[in-house]
């Protein structure tokens, strides 16, 4: 028998059984488009953190004060993370302990481009009239204009003549007093006056003020100044991040006198903190997955199920066809393509439904892991994946059909015809 002839004779028997086919079909449809959904809010969150760690700076690497599994002075932008910018880290006082010793050390290590200390604290600023206490950023001016992710909107960057003067976030200027900040306008930080020369565009340190660590050292409580809170390190390339963040690492032990279990620092930068991240959106894509795939599970003991509930109904009809000539390969594949029509059916409708759920995942508002724009989860379904998803579901329906089939071609003729 050929096998468009065995095609067609499958998609008569699928058409003659309507209901019992359909009710197997969506819960394949159930099962595809629950991973779909899943996986694509997975790629969204990947391709989330690739976009914001890019807008971090590739060839940034930031040593903080404190051992363990820091995060370093990098932060994911507003709504993205604990907190605003590239500059904050931990804020001065006891643990604020690298040194200019320490910057001055680095800048030996091969293909770095500059080293610059930050600090970073509260303080109370004042603005026509009212209080705010806000996050202040002390920063080297000369380094911070090479190796700050941000964009001043309006005004100008710190130069190194500036003292004081400051740049704020856009939430400062815009939301933070009744009455927005301007450029050139005077702020009143801890009893000390300040000109606002520069507003930063939204999505980096929208709620902090930075100004020249000098000045930060004034207005910030407990800051020494001999210490940072955080060292930022500008590598000559992306490509020498991981290299100079080992030798930093080395230097600064070997400089500091700690060992590995002694160590006082963590060195962190994009890159790492990307992998880090990824590494956990795709575990829990993978864990949420093996949870939608149950309901697969299911749909392929219903396709099993109807598969052997055709081979009942249609016993006579296959002993029929066996007495005229047709060959137990040819039963076979009549009862494989059945439930590979059945698989691919739900799988095509299920890939179509998780595509739409997805699309309005972020219109529903859901949140996940704080890493999407608007606070709602970002989605993204490749065509790889609905090709996948299509292809998975048949192949199920094949593996599920297999046995039935097998069954059913093994049947003597005479056996067949004389089945009530």
Do not use: C
Not at 139 to 154: I, L
Not at 175 to 186: A, E, G, P, R
Not at 269 to 293: D, H, R, Y
Not at 380 to 402: K, Y
């Amino acid at each position: 028998m050929r096998p468009q002839n065995s095609l067609k004779l499958a998609l008569n028997s699928l058409f003659h059984s309507k209901l019992r086919s359909w009710l197997t079909i969506t819960g394949i449809v159930i099962g595809v488009a629950s991973v779909v959904a899943i996986v694509s809010i997975g790629a969204g969150m990947q391709e989330s953190v690739e976009a914001r760690m890019g807008r971090m700076g590739a060839d940034i690497i930031t040593v903080t004060a404190g051992g363990g599994r820091a995060m370093g002075g990098f932060r994911l932008p507003e709504g993205g993370g604990p907190g605003g910018g590239m500059f904050g880290g931990q804020s001065s006082g006891a643990e604020a302990n690298l040194t200019v010793r320490d910057a001055q050390a680095l800048k030996s290590v091969s293909h770095i481009a500059r080293v610059g200390g930050t600090v970073s604290g509260r303080a109370e600023v004042y603005y026509i009239g009212e209080l705010a206490t806000l996050q202040i950023s002390g920063v080297d001016p000369a380094v911070w204009v090479h190796v700050t992710t941000g964009t001043v909107e309006r005004g100008r960057a710190l130069g190194a003549g500036d003292f004081n003067s400051v740049v704020i976030g856009s939430r400062v200027a815009e939301s933070t007093f009744k009455q927005d900040v301007m450029i050139n306008q005077l702020l009143t930080i801890e009893g000390k006056t300040f000109k606002v020369v520069g507003i930063l565009a939204a999505g980096t340190d929208d709620s902090a003020i930075i100004m020249p660590i000098d000045a930060a050292r004034t207005v910030i409580e407990d800051a020494d100044d001999g210490n940072f809170d955080s060292l930022v390190i500008q590598a000559e390339s992306a490509e020498y991040v991981e290299p100079v963040s080992e030798a930093v690492e080395a230097k600064l032990m070997l400089s500091r006198h700690v060992t590995e279990r002694t160590k006082d620092f963590s060195v962190s930068s994009a890159v790492s903190l990307q992998a880090s991240m990824s590494e956990v959106s795709s575990t829990m894509t993978l864990f949420l997955g093996a949870i939608a795939a149950v309901s697969l599970l299911v749909g392929a003991i219903g396709i099993a199920n109807t598969m052997f509930t055709s081979v009942l109904e249609k016993t006579k009809e296959i002993g029929i066809m066996k007495a005229i000539g047709a060959r137990n390969r040819d039963i076979m594949a009549i009862f494989l393509f059945n439930a590979a029509l059945v698989g691919g059916a739900g799988g095509l409708l299920g890939a179509v439904l998780g595509t739409v759920v997805s699309m309005f995942l972020p219109t529903l508002g859901v949140r996940v892991m704080g890493l999407s724009n608007g606070g709602s989860v970002l989605t993204s379904v490749s065509p790889e994946l609905f090709a996948f998803a299509v292809l998975f579901s048949t192949v199920i329906g094949v593996v599920a059909g297999v046995v039935p089939a097998y069954q059913t071609s093994r049947l003597k003729p005479v056996d067949a015809l004389r089945y009530e």
